[in-house]
């Protein structure tokens, strides 16, 4: 079995802060790491691999230092890896993204085999969209399964536990198909001490524009492709002191609160 993921090297948002000017994010000395939900989403490839026999290759878009991530999860167990990476696909939205990388796994799949499986992660806790999986299936051609809590294979047919507010679908599905993983599917696991130096001395492959320039339309990529920008990133303003009313009994501060929730025409 075949397995493709794919993965993101996001900002550490628990040290991420923003410009009180432009309201930009700071990234200047902010760690990175790799996305929890792709890094689940990876744990799991590793385990079916390990129980199913087969192989992992990972994908990851973006900078060239994004490669540390990809060594990373070389470290973990993945067999190979691929950066995609290119001046012409910086700015890219989701969906012009999901374009590219689709593009960019076929292009490999033509080289080496096709693949049973994609994995990716949920979302990302840099833009928390949740459309980049999804659009990869849609570009792909496969069908899709979303927020992925457990994942069991038997022959060519998948069975997905998808979590669902307050309940959960069982699902099956055959292969070729891609899942999204949410945090919850696996604990993923640290990075092997015997791989680490082999990770670090593999050179990883780069898939850049001129490798996907017969595949993809140059006009939906890059900013000039996206139909959504970000204009600017704000931090949720605090809210200001409430009232604090002291020694009161029940009756008086169920009349407190339904008077407030009056005034606010909340009832």
Do not use: W
């Amino acid at each position: 079995m075949r397995i493709a993921v794919c993965i993101k090297q996001v900002p550490d948002t628990r040290e991420v802060k923003l410009d009180p000017v432009t309201n930009n994010l700071i990234r200047d000395g902010v760690p990175s790491i790799i996305n929890m939900d792709d890094k689940s989403g990876l744990e799991m490839a590793i385990r079916l691999k390990e129980k199913h026999g087969g192989t992992v290759t990972v994908f990851t878009m973006g900078p060239p230092q994004a490669d540390l991530a990809l060594r990373e999860a070389l470290a973990m167990g993945c067999d190979k890896a691929y950066l995609i990476s290119a001046r012409e696909f910086g700015g890219s939205d989701t969906y012009a993204t999901g374009y590219i990388i689709a593009n960019a796994m076929r292009k490999v799949e033509e080289e080496e085999g096709a693949f049973d499986l994609f994995i990716t992660g949920r979302q990302a806790i840099d833009g928390d969209t949740a459309q980049v999986g999804p659009q990869i299936a849609e570009n792909l051609g496969v069908p899709q399964i979303s927020y992925a809590e457990g994942i069991e294979i038997n022959g060519d047919v998948v069975t997905v536990k998808r979590q669902y507010e307050d309940r959960y679908h069982i699902i099956e599905v055959g292969m070729p198909c891609l899942l999204t993983a949410i945090q919850e599917l696996a604990e993923p696991r640290y990075m092997h001490a015997g791989l680490i130096v082999d990770a670090y001395n593999t050179e990883i492959p780069v898939i850049d524009f001129a490798a996907l320039e017969s595949r993809i339309d140059k006009t939906t990529i890059g900013n000039a492709g996206s139909p959504t920008n970000v204009v600017r990133s704000f931090t949720k303003q605090p809210k200001g002191q409430g009232i604090k009313y002291d020694n009161v009994g029940p009756d008086e501060a169920v009349k407190i609160i339904m008077d407030k929730m009056i005034e606010r025409h909340i009832i």
